[in-house]
């Protein structure tokens, strides 16, 4: 819940495309999770043009992976601040099976209680106040 309002999927995923290239702030658990949920629906949607033969399949792929990429990477980021984690731990995930596996983990773990280095806690910030 933000400040009363529960973090719905549709919350979630305009917060991430609003921050798109905001690296820093935090971001809930429920933010990070709903958008991936939104890019696999996405995709999952360009891979059926891709069974149908349109053509445009590919395309649609390419550049969704495109235009998804900056918001993927910075919802990440703000999600590894809730955790009291530098951004820089990101890129862990180019470690051969352990990397994305620790990083799986950190993603699933609770937030920070209350404030951190990274800014104030997202479950105790009202919907309508900007959170840098």
């Keep these: 819940m933000i400040g009363g309002v ?30 991936a ?5 996405l995709f ?13 399949g590919q395309t649609l792929y390419t550049l969704l992976a495109i235009a ?7 919802v990440g980021i703000r999600r590894l601040h809730d955790i009291d984690r530098s951004g820089w731990w990101i890129l862990i995930d180019f470690v051969p099976l352990a990397g994305p596996i620790i990083l799986l983990v950190w993603y699933c773990t ?3 209680p209350g404030p951190n280095q990274f800014g104030p806690d997202p479950k105790a910030t009202e919907v309508g106040q900007a959170v840098i």
């Design 6 to 35: 529960k973090m719905t999927f549709a919350l979630a995923v305009s917060t991430a495309l609003r921050k798109y290239v905001t690296f820093q702030g935090r971001a809930r658990r429920a933010e990070l999770w709903y958008f």
């Design 37 to 41: 949920l939104f890019q696999l629906i």
């Design 44 to 56: 999952a949607i360009a891979l059926i043009f891709e069974f149908i033969h349109t053509g445009l």
């Design 68 to 74: 998804l990429f900056l918001p993927n990477i910075a």
């Design 110 to 112: 609770a937030g920070t």
